[in-house]
């Protein structure tokens, strides 16, 4: 009878305290171009895109990965990844002032760029469903601001509209920008079914305590989406 009190009450504190699951093993940055997202018929963006955004890669997402590189469950109140309970996504328009410009242009909703509510209900997506159980469960300015400072700090990697490359072109273009191997993500143009770059994806290591994500590191997959390998051809709209 003792045993099964003992095992009863451990039970019971094992549902009450908190764990992390899938911990976060690194992170990938998500840069999107922009004609690409919008031509691939899931989502409606403003046709013909406003500039600059018809030129230059956004941030689509910041995503903590596990160790199989796949992203982490969203954080779930029953379950929580964290001890304490994170922000609540109406409050990051506060939270996140020192750096709401910087948002509006590096990080904007394509379905509506130049609409500033329209960004803010991305912004608490990807919080939602990718910040809460980051490495900055209660400081979303530093999970933003670290996304921010890395695209600031980026070019353009030379792409230009009309350009075509193969996947291991723009690998080879991307890395040597970066000094680390990215991950490239292809989608199909809807009414022409060709092959576009739509994201590079760059992926860094946990960051120090306190400090904000920025140690670069390879991505341990190079290609996904449309895009199967190096030889295939890809187009820049």
């Keep these: 009878m003792g045993h099964i009190l003992t095992f009863v009450i451990l039970f019971l504190v094992s549902m009450m305290v908190p764990c992390i699951s899938n911990p976060v093993s690194f992170y990938k940055l998500s840069l999107q171009w922009p004609p690409s997202a919008c031509s691939s ?87 939602d469903f990718h910040g809460k159980c980051s490495d900055y469960p209660t400081d979303p300015l530093k999970y933003f601001d670290s996304a921010v400072k890395i695209r600031v700090g980026l070019p353009d990697f030379g792409l230009k509209s009309g350009d075509k490359k193969t996947a291991g072109q723009v690998i080879t273009l991307v890395s040597g920008f970066v000094h680390a191997t990215p991950e490239i993500a292809c989608n199909r143009n809807i009414t022409t079914r060709v092959i576009q770059l739509w994201e590079i994806r760059l992926c860094y290591g946990r960051p120090s305590p306190q400090g904000l994500i920025q140690h670069i590191r390879d991505c341990p997959s190079k290609f996904t989406g449309s895009c199967k390998n190096a030889q295939n051809t890809v187009t820049i709209p």
């Design 41 to 127: 018929g899931k989502m409606k963006c403003p046709n013909p895109l406003p500039p600059p955004y018809n030129q230059m890669l956004t941030i689509h997402g910041i995503w903590p990965q596990d160790v199989n590189d796949e992203p982490l469950d969203p954080y779930d109140p029953l379950h929580p990844c964290t001890p304490v309970p994170p922000p609540d996504r109406k409050n990051l328009r506060t939270l996140l002032k020192p750096i709401y410009q910087q948002l509006n242009t590096y990080w904007p909703d394509l379905k509506n760029p130049l609409d500033t509510f329209a960004n803010e209900i991305f912004w608490g997506h990807e919080w």
